[in-house]
């Protein structure tokens, strides 16, 4: 059973930066897509930042600049760099691993406020 425990969440001030991190357990880490997504309360869960097994990344157009999503397949990790971070990037944030078969972190919760 795959599990993913991300970590890195909190509280920082608009401009601020955080870095998530998400663990994996199990060896199929480096043969799948992983990404990043997060709810906002009241809205939908949304896509964030990809990576594909080959590094390739992806970033929805509110993020792009800000963020980067990297991975250590060594280390079976997932990263987001949120730098500048804005009020409206509050949300948790969750870990996903995979296309067909998905498996999903807990999240963890950012907040940008002054």
């Known amino acids: 059973q795959v599990q993913l425990v991300e970590s890195g969440g909190g509280l920082v001030q608009p401009g601020g930066s955080l870095r998530l991190s998400c663990a994996a357990s199990?060896?199929?880490?480096?043969?799948?897509?992983m990404g990043w997504y997060r709810q906002a309360p009241g809205k939908q869960r949304e896509l964030v930042a990809t990576i594909t097994t080959d590094g390739y990344t992806n970033y929805v157009g509110s993020v792009k600049g800000r963020f980067t999503i990297s991975r250590d397949n060594a280390k079976n990790t997932v990263y987001l760099q949120m730098n500048s971070l804005k009020p409206e990037d509050t949300a948790v944030y969750y870990c996903?691993?995979?296309?067909?078969?998905?498996?999903w972190g807990q999240g963890t919760q950012v907040t940008v406020s002054s």
């Open positions: 996903k691993m995979g296309i067909r078969t998905v498996y």
């Open positions: 199990g060896s199929i880490f480096g043969r799948n897509v």
